[in-house]
Each structure stands twice: as C-alpha cells, then as structure tokens.
C-alpha cells in the first residue's frame, strides 16, 4: 500500500501549467440542461476572449516541456555560478572518442570541424566558436535539462524546420541535467545565456551563446 | 472545477500545455454543441471529460509525436535564501524516482496511473477518458501499479 499512498502524495505536489485564463464557471452539477447551455456558451466565449489576449498565452509559458527538456518560471533562481559552458561534461575529448562515450554520431553544421567536444553518456557538448556551444542530447540516458527562467528571461516558443523548440533570451536561466534515473548531475548546474533548445529527429539540440534569435534559428536549421 | 480537471485531462493525454489548452477549448465547443446528447440525469464529468480526452487523443496523433510524462513535482519556494539546488534535489529524490518510473510505463499504463492517482479520477471517469470498460481501467491499474513495485519497491 505504501506505493500507492506515495502516488497519492505526489499528486498533491505536482506542478500542473496553469489552465486557460477563464471567467470563474461552475459547469455540470446542474440538472437543469438551460442554465447549463448558457454556462457552457459563457465559457466557449470567455476561452476565446482569452486566447486572444496575450496575458492568456504567456501564462503558458511558465511552464514549457519539450522533449528532454523542461523550463520553468521561478520567482528565485536556485543558486548557481556563471561556469565554463561544458561545465560538469567531463575532460575535452576528440569528436570521435565524444561520439563513443555518448552512443551516437553527432550532427553538425556544414564547414564546422570542430577539435575537442566533451561527453557523458548520452549527451555530446560541442564548442562552435565564439562562446558558442552545441549540445546534443539522445533521450537514451540524460534526457531531461532542466531550465529555471528568472522573470526577466524571455521564454517562447519556436519552430526550427517545422520542429517545436523553445528560445530563451534577456535574462538568467539555470541548466542542469536531469539522469533518466531522476537523479541530478549538480555539477552541471550554471548560469546560461541566450539558448535556442528544439527537436531534430531522434534528437533534442541545445545552442548556446551570444547570438540573436535569428542568428541561432540561421545556425540551426543549417545542422544536418 | 471542470475546466481545470479537463486542462489536466488533455494535458496528461497530450504531455503539451498549449495542445491541452488547444483540446479544451474544442472540446468545451463540441460539448456544448453535443449537448442534446447528454442524457439527462447522467453524470457531466465524465461525458465531458471523454469529449475533450478524445480531442486531445486527436491532436497528439495529427502532431505525430509521442506524449510523454510531462508532470514534474513542484519547485519549492526557496525564500529568500535559497536552499541549495542539492540539497532540495536530494529531498525530492522520492517524487522524482516515482515520477520517472510512472514517465518509464507504457502510454496505456501511465495514462491509468496519471487518470487514478494524479488526477484522482473515478474509475468511471478514467474509462470515460481512456475510451475502455471500468474492468479493463481495474486490470490495467493493478499491472501498472505491479510494474511500478519491481521498478520503486513496494
């Protein structure tokens, strides 16, 4: 019985992103089928009052999950330090020998060759150049990062050749892996700047670095 | 609350807000335009429920992608001295070896567990929202649950 009363104690303590913004309803209940079309009418409307309103759509965004990663809004942000961008991924290796300790080829983009990458099992962190840093994560066994925004990080989401992914600017944010074990790997915990996160095929690509959103959506779309 | 169960609902269903978001809406519209349907005297929840499930099942299969557990536990409030992220990590290493074992199930086991025990649905309304007879809602409950013990203990 202890499982299922730790399951019920858990759902006390998740996080659910919050519903639409709507006018208070109290639906169902109600016997009498006309107040109650008139409820649902008011409802219909105010949800489509509210996808209107911009207030409405950002309340989304305090809570955004895209496939191995999940960024959420705080008021605080957890304690972390400005570190070096492969923070916690281990020495520098060739991209060949990264490519071996994360069990699977990196993608990259066209005319870059780069000479050292840092790896774990799992995830292939490659510098580009110029504060930039690629990292690639294959959901096999470090499949979540996780993100906290301050509220001054801008948090939307993007398309990147028709994939859904996340762009994060103008504020800090935190990142930390997350083992598929639920366990944190704390030493990756750090400051990060500017990061366009997005799905391509099996994998999930994280671009760091002092770019705009259109220089790093020109980046990533050029990956192959 | 219904909009709120409901937003739940989709969301569990579909693993994305603005998708969730997306079903509730169309399914608050092809309610209300069902409603000469709805048996008078029955119970709304889970007819409602079964309508806006259906939409979410609908779109996450129109955006050809895999829902996974999207639920994560909450970030506490840290005050203002922040705990360090260890240590309210270590604390939190129950809920998120639980949550990644219910992450780890197969979609119609997880959608039980997600519908029974983090939505704290009937089992009516799980049957309604997972489309199946409230026998098969039991069996598939009883096998996730057994799943989950090998995997976190009893």
Sequence with gaps: MSLERDLRALAAELEWPEPPELAPLELGRRRNLRPLVLAVAVLVLALAVALAVPPARSAILRFLHLRGVTVERVETLPRAQQRPLAAGLGPARSLDDAARMAGFPPVLPPGVAPTRAYARWSVIAIPLGGDRLLTELSGIGMDVSKKFASGAARVAPVTVDGAPGIWIEGGPHVLVFRRRDGTYVTETLRLAGNTLLWEHGTLTLRLEGPLTLPEALRLARSIR | ?154
């Design chain 2, 1 to 154: 609350m219904h909009r709120e169960v409901a937003f739940r609902v989709a969301y569990v269903v579909t693993g994305s807000a603005a998708e969730a978001e997306d079903a509730v809406q169309e399914g608050f519209v092809k309610a209300w335009r069902a409603l000469w349907r709805f048996r008078r005297g029955a119970e709304f929840r889970p007819w409602l429920l079964k309508i806006v499930a259906n939409e979410a099942r609908n779109r996450r299969r129109s955006s050809g992608r895999r829902a996974g557990l999207a639920l994560r536990a909450a970030h506490e409030p840290s005050g203002e001295a922040a705990p360090s992220p260890e240590a309210s990590l270590l604390d939190r290493e129950r809920r998120e070896e639980l949550l990644a074992a219910v992450g780890a199930l197969p979609e119609p086991a997880r959608l039980a567990i997600s519908c029974r025990y983090f939505l704290e649905l009937s089992e009516e309304e799980t049957a309604a929202v997972l489309g199946v007879r409230r026998g098969t809602v039991k069996s598939r409950t009883a096998r996730a649950l057994e799943r989950l013990r090998e995997e976190v203990g009893p």
